[in-house]
Every structure is written in structure tokens, then in C-alpha cells.
């Protein structure tokens, strides 16, 4: 089974933009997305980047910045793609567990290798089905700039994110073409993947709680 990998420069930057979307006051609900994006961004960079933090905390901050800012049921559904309709409701509860922890261990380590970087969420584009489309630039250090996009779908009374790119990459479509293999690999089975995920899982939880 071959796991997709990406260089540490740029793995960072697919999690700097998963995880900027800290929680925030409530006060924001009624704010514009650019300015949700970008409050949120200054504070992911704060949290995540502690160098104080041990290994397991850095991921558990990630976790909840999971549940807090995304739409965890339709990124989950997204990255299934066409199993997504042939996964039982306890397949796809398991799945959805599953994939936000890997997803917090995959990425929670790259933050302590990067200091001094800076998100500025330049413009906002609303699409015809309510979404709105944030576009921004990552900062390095070293002067190097990432282009930045994240989709957001409007709530009640705040914004959660459903999609994000990367240099033009969708990080949610990076891991259904990754799942979809591996889904194929064991004959259409979602409980293939989940069985897949959760042997991968557990070594990055072993590796985290390493001294």
C-alpha cells in the first residue's frame, strides 16, 4: 500500500491552511469572511507554532481546530467520492473519527519546524450557491509566498470551511484520490480503508506519545 507524500515545505502549508480556522468569538458570527479568515489565521499561527507545546498537545489543539472550523460530515463526504453512498452510517461515523485524527498527526508536526510566517486573506468571492471562495497569500520567513484559497459555507451564525488549495492543490481532493486507491486496492471496500486507517492511525499516535 503506497501513502501519498508531499515535501515538508509544502505539507506545512496544506496544514497552515487547514488549521487556521481556529474557534473565535461569537462576535465574528456576523462578520465577512475575509475577516473570519483572516482572525483566524493570526491565531492558528499563534497557537500551532508554540514551541512550548509537547507532540500530543500540538495534535489535540489540531483536533479541535477540526471540529470547530470545518464542515467535518461534507469534507468526509467529499473525500469518499463515489463510496461515500455505499458506506454504512457506522462506516461512515468511524471514517469521519478516523480521518480527523489523521489528519491532526499528519500535519501537527510541521508546525514546529516553521516560525515567523504570516497569512494575509486579500479577497472574497461569493458563489451562486451561498459559498465564499477566501483568497490569500502564506509568508515565509524567507520571503517565499504561497498562494492561498479557502471555501467557505456560511451558518447560522459563523462559517465553516469545506474546501482549501494550496498553490491551485485541494488538499481535500489530494486524500479522496489517495483513499480512492487504496479503496480499490481492496475491492470497493470502505471497511478496507477504515481497516487501512486504522493501522496508520495508531502508528502516528504511538510516534506522537514518543519521548
Not at 488549521?19 to 499563534?46: C, H, W, Y
Not at 500551532?48 to 489535540?60: F, I, M, N, Y
Not at 458563489?127 to 509566498?145: A, F, K, Y
Not at 480512492?180 to 495508531?202: D, F, N, P, T, Y
Amino acid at each position: 500500500m503506497r501513502w501519498i507524500t508531499t515535501s515538508p515545505t509544502k505539507s506545512f502549508m496544506l496544514g497552515m491552511a487547514l488549521f487556521f480556522g481556529i474557534a473565535i468569538n461569537q462576535a465574528m458570527a456576523q462578520a465577512d469572511a475575509l475577516a473570519f479568515a483572516q482572525r483566524t489565521a493570526d491565531n492558528a499561527v499563534k497557537e500551532l507554532t508554540d514551541k512550548g507545546l509537547s507532540a500530543s498537545q500540538r495534535v489535540e489543539r489540531m483536533q479541535k481546530m477540526i471540529d470547530t472550523t470545518f464542515d467535518v460530515d461534507a469534507v468526509s463526504t467529499f473525500v469518499l467520492g463515489p463510496y461515500a453512498s455505499r458506506a454504512t452510517a457506522e462506516e461512515f461515523s468511524e471514517f469521519k473519527r478516523l480521518y480527523r485524527v489523521y489528519v491532526a498527526h499528519n500535519y501537527a508536526g510541521l508546525f514546529t519546524r516553521y516560525s515567523n510566517v504570516k497569512v494575509k486573506m486579500t479577497k472574497e468571492t461569493k458563489r451562486p450557491n451561498g459559498d465564499v471562495i477566501v483568497d490569500g497569500m502564506i509568508r515565509q520567513s524567507d520571503g517565499t509566498q504561497v498562494d492561498l484559497r479557502m471555501q467557505l459555507r456560511p451558518t447560522d451564525n459563523s462559517f465553516k470551511a469545506v474546501d482549501l488549495h494550496v498553490e491551485g492543490v485541494s488538499m481535500p481532493l489530494n486524500h479522496r484520490k489517495q483513499f480512492s486507491s487504496i479503496i480499490r486496492q481492496q475491492g470497493g471496500s470502505v471497511k478496507g480503508l477504515i481497516s487501512a486507517l486504522e493501522r496508520l492511525v495508531g502508528k502516528l499516535q504511538q510516534a506522537s506519545t514518543s519521548p
